[in-house]
């Protein structure tokens, strides 16, 4: 084997080992943090037997490549769409924060009105969550300082 050809094999394979453990040892790390929450199949507190030694390994061996069991996916599922409805019910809030400081920073009383009806709804169907006139005082207390500091950076 020529020199050239040995210093291409040893390229390939440190990219080859590059990947692999970049790849393998996230899998190794979830599947190890699944094992030790419990992420398996339990029913009333006993394990479930698997049939034979074979399906446990081939479990074992797709929850090291990646693959998760259902039941762990749904659990993650649940608690991302939980997690992507509050941060819907926070995206709700700010954009009505900034509708009303919009309104009032261009003195427009009707367009004002209708956020301020549109706040109570919110603020009725959300009380954790409830947009108050403090609230609004510190939003646009918050705006006018940034909106200071923009100006004094920008040279106006």
């Not at 992420?39 to 074992?60: D, F, G, K, N, P």
């Not at 956020?115 to 006139?133: C, D, H, N, Q």
């Not at 403090?134 to 950076?153: D, P, V, Y």
């Amino acid at each position: 084997m020529s020199c050239r050809a040995a210093l291409f094999v040893l390229r390939n394979f440190r990219a080859v080992a590059t990947l692999s453990l970049g790849v393998v040892p996230a899998s190794i790390k979830r599947w190890v943090r699944r094992r030790s929450i419990s992420a398996t199949v339990r029913r009333r507190h006993r394990w479930v037997v698997s049939i034979s030694r074979l399906s446990r390994i081939s479990q074992s061996l797709a929850q090291i490549s990646g693959f998760s069991p259902a039941s762990v996916a749904n659990a993650y599922d649940t608690q991302r769409d939980i997690k992507n409805y509050e941060q819907a019910i926070l995206n709700r809030r700010s954009s009505l924060m900034d509708a009303y400081a919009l309104a009032w920073r261009l003195g427009d009383d009707g367009a004002r009105n209708q956020v301020v009806a549109k706040m109570r709804a919110f603020s009725t169907s959300y009380p954790e969550l409830a947009i108050t006139g403090e609230s609004i005082k510190l939003s646009l207390t918050s705006r006018a300082r940034a909106s200071a500091k923009c100006g004094k950076w920008s040279g106006h």
